[in-house]
């Protein structure tokens, strides 16, 4: 939040937008925070787009914006929005001049510079009001009148899909700030006015301060994603069924690590810990809490795996429980908000075990590079960032660090044997490749694990792995071969050696 109130008052010379990724329903977050109340609290512009071709128009409506008003721009995506597909007309591309760099204190923030930037920003408010009146992007549709909707975003869509041409539409493309003259205009034509947005009442708010009777979240919910069945129910009292509906349940699959998964080994092996305390960070090893590891006691933030757990261990010294905590972090998370939690260990002497799970991979957002991938942001060769050598830089003894192959489970218990019997910072180096990266799906395509029925006891210790190609099937367990990739863990694990490696 620093940077952006800073940026608010410093202003911009060439445009500046930024796009924010909410959630409603918490598809994939763990919040479904609406980040509209921030651009409100730093007094920026904000667009929300309602289709594929305002995703694409609505970018150069905000640069515009930003280098008109000298202000950052907020375009508040959802997961609906995002996950959409239309097709879009692209237009003719403007070439734009580039303008020469001056000098300037402009961007210095002072306390001095702080006062006047506060009022050149109240004034810029006041400017955006009116602008938005007339802007394209905010726009009226007239119907029948009776009722009137004001939306944004794709609440929008879903409105129209609820009351089709029962309904005016006024839709705020730029819905801060709101064009109060326009809504006046809407409210005095028509005879109800709903105000339909998806959590947090942020324009509805604006529409009562301006004396408007509406109705909104006295009767709309401000939790998850808005539906035409919950919009009928809620505002017309009409139920209605979905038209989407399937007929046939559908088999229960729980989020679990894939088969093959490099993760899967260390939490195995602290799992195997009755005294392990364990902070877990945000990616696919956020699955360490699903059972049967069952490993993960909290999930808080990017970089908490390190940074909680270092909160956790003063907790537990202070109470004088013997407890043993583990952090676990995975390669990107670590050179994005771990380093600085890891020096923070060694300067405070903390007794915790951090496990870095380098996958070589952003793996749980679609495989995006890191600085230990070798490829930089714009996918071209770079240098590859050792992660053990910046854990020996911060001051972790070598003695105090091991890397393990995340298929080799036997290292990887004797690694967190290692470090419960050590106090102080031991780091753990968890390195295995995403198994659904593509050279790794090539490479071990033809590698598969067998169970030898007349062997198998049904003891199931391969299932308290967690692995999803380790089944049971009439009664038997087996290893669905087209998910198994032969990473061989569930091998490892049997005490009768009743799997075995096979090549197809």
Request: contains cysteine.
């Amino acid at each position: 939040m620093d940077p952006l109130m800073t940026a608010s008052y410093l202003g911009v010379r060439g445009g500046l937008v930024f796009i924010v990724a909410d959630d409603p329903g918490c598809s994939s977050s763990q919040t479904e925070q609406d980040n509209r109340m921030i651009a409100k609290f730093a007094k920026i512009p904000l667009l929300e787009p309602s289709d594929s071709q305002e995703c694409k128009d609505f970018m150069a409506f905000a640069f515009e914006i930003s280098e008109k008003f000298d202000v950052p721009v907020m375009i508040r995506m959802t997961t609906r929005v995002c996950h959409s597909k239309s097709l879009v007309e692209v237009g003719e591309r403007k070439e734009v001049v580039i303008s020469p760099y001056e000098k300037t204190q402009k961007y210095c923030s002072s306390p001095g510079l702080a006062r006047k930037n506060h009022a050149r920003l109240e004034k810029m408010l006041v400017e955006l009001e009116e602008y938005s009146n007339h802007t394209p992007i905010n726009h009226i549709e007239w119907n029948k009148k009776d009722i009137g909707i004001i939306t944004s975003g794709v609440s929008y869509q879903t409105s129209k899909e609820a009351f089709g041409d029962n309904a005016s539409y006024l839709k705020l493309g730029l819905s801060h700030c709101v064009p109060k003259k326009m809504i006046k205009d809407f409210a005095a034509e028509v005879g109800q006015v709903y105000v339909i947005e998806e959590n947090e009442p942020l324009i509805e708010n604006e529409v009562r301060l301006m004396g408007i009777d509406c109705t909104g979240k006295d009767k709309l919910p401000n939790l998850y994603e808005l539906t035409p069945e919950i919009l009928r129910k809620s505002l017309l009292g009409i139920e209605t069924e979905a038209t989407n509906t399937i007929d046939e349940e559908m088999p229960p699959r729980p989020a679990v690590l894939c088969a093959g998964c490099p993760h899967r080994s260390m939490f195995y092996a602290v799992s195997k810990k009755k005294n392990a305390v364990a902070a877990n960070d945000i990616g696919c090893y956020t699955l360490g809490m699903v059972p049967p590891l069952s490993v993960t006691d909290t999930i808080f933030c990017m970089g908490a795996g390190i940074s909680a757990g270092l909160g956790m261990d003063r907790a537990l010294r202070i109470s004088g429980q013997k407890k043993k905590v583990y952090g676990f972090i995975g390669d990107s998370t670590f050179f994005h908000s771990g380093i600085t939690a890891l020096i923070d260990a060694v300067w405070n002497n903390h007794n915790i075990a951090i496990c870095i799970m380098d996958n070589r991979s952003t793996a749980m957002t679609g495989h995006q590079g890191n600085p230990g991938t070798g490829y930089n942001l714009s996918d071209s060769d770079g240098p590859m960032i050792n992660i053990e050598n910046i854990v020996k830089a911060v001051g972790v003894p070598e003695e105090k660090i091991r890397v393990v192959d995340s298929y080799d489970l036997k290292a990887a218990i004797q690694a967190v044997n290692d470090a419960e019997a050590y106090e102080g910072v031991f780091v753990i180096i968890n390195k295995g490749p995403c198994a659904l990266l593509k050279d790794v799906q090539k490479e071990r395509a033809d590698m598969k694990c067998r169970i030898d029925q007349d062997k198998c006891t049904m003891c199931k210790s391969c299932m308290r792995i967690g692995c999803p190609a380790v089944v049971i099937k009439d009664g038997k367990v087996s290893i669905d071969e087209s998910s198994c990739n032969g990473c061989t863990l569930c091998m490892q694990v049997c005490p009768f050696n009743a799997i075995e490696e096979v090549k197809r």
